[in-house]
């Protein structure tokens, strides 16, 4: 990982867990456990298991990713999705910087007209969604989904570039629905799934 990446992923990742205290979605010492448990994996250069998000939900488990995905829809007004069957089109696959989508566990996956859609499991993160406006000139649609949603996704990028496929795993992806008020990005060569609908529940 670059050091602009790794910077990028540090920052993500600590503006994250401060959200996550001040919605009152994980305890501030659980938070602390999680950031030492980071460090350690950071030291190992494994960017792709840096995740604080990861480390409390299914290493810790304090929190669950559909308490996290609840409180986007109730307290954002938030649409989710599904990427796992998404086919990211030619020109956002040739500009996309793959490892500031790892870093930033968000991915532009769709444009129509002006509007750049971007799924994120880090949406909370001011610094993930500073990163990416400025990123693209025309307005963001912004959708919640999973860590393994985008792991899935990203891995099918780096593979048809590399052949190679990333160890990260994490549980299954949760519910997700489109936003009601956002266009609805276009599955160009793929489908766009919607989560069963048991597995988001309020928190």
């Known amino acids: 990982m670059s050091t602009e990446h790794r910077s990028l992923m540090m920052n993500a990742n600590r503006r994250l867990g401060a959200a996550l205290v001040d919605h009152n979605l994980v305890k501030i010492e659980d938070l602390e456990r999680a950031n030492e448990r980071l460090l350690e994996i950071v030291a190992t250069n494994q960017p792709r298991q840096s995740t604080v998000l990861g480390i ?11 308490d996290v995905l609840s409180h986007l829809i109730e307290s954002e007004s ?17 500009a996309m910087d793959r490892g500031a ?4 566990w968000s991915v ?8 750049t859609f971007i ?5 909370l993160s001011p610094a993930v969604r500073n990163y990416w406006e400025k990123q693209f000139p025309g307005p963001i649609l912004w959708y919640g989904t999973t860590l393994e949603s985008i792991a899935d996704f990203l891995e099918r990028a780096d593979a048809e570039a590399s052949n190679t496929r990333s160890p990260f795993a994490t549980k299954p992806p949760v519910a997700a629905k489109p936003a009601a008020t956002a266009p609805t990005p276009s599955a160009k060569g793929g489908t766009m799934k919607p989560f069963p609908k048991s597995v988001v529940k309020a928190s």
């Open 119 to 123: 799924a994120s499991a880090y949406y």
């Open 108 to 115: 532009p996956f769709d444009q129509e007209e002006d509007f």
């Open 101 to 104: 989508a790892w870093a930033t």
């Open 78 to 94: 938030m649409g989710l999705v599904d990427l796992r069957e998404y086919d990211i089109s030619e020109d956002l696959k040739k």
């Open 56 to 66: 409390l939900a299914y290493e810790m488990k304090v929190v669950r990713e559909e």
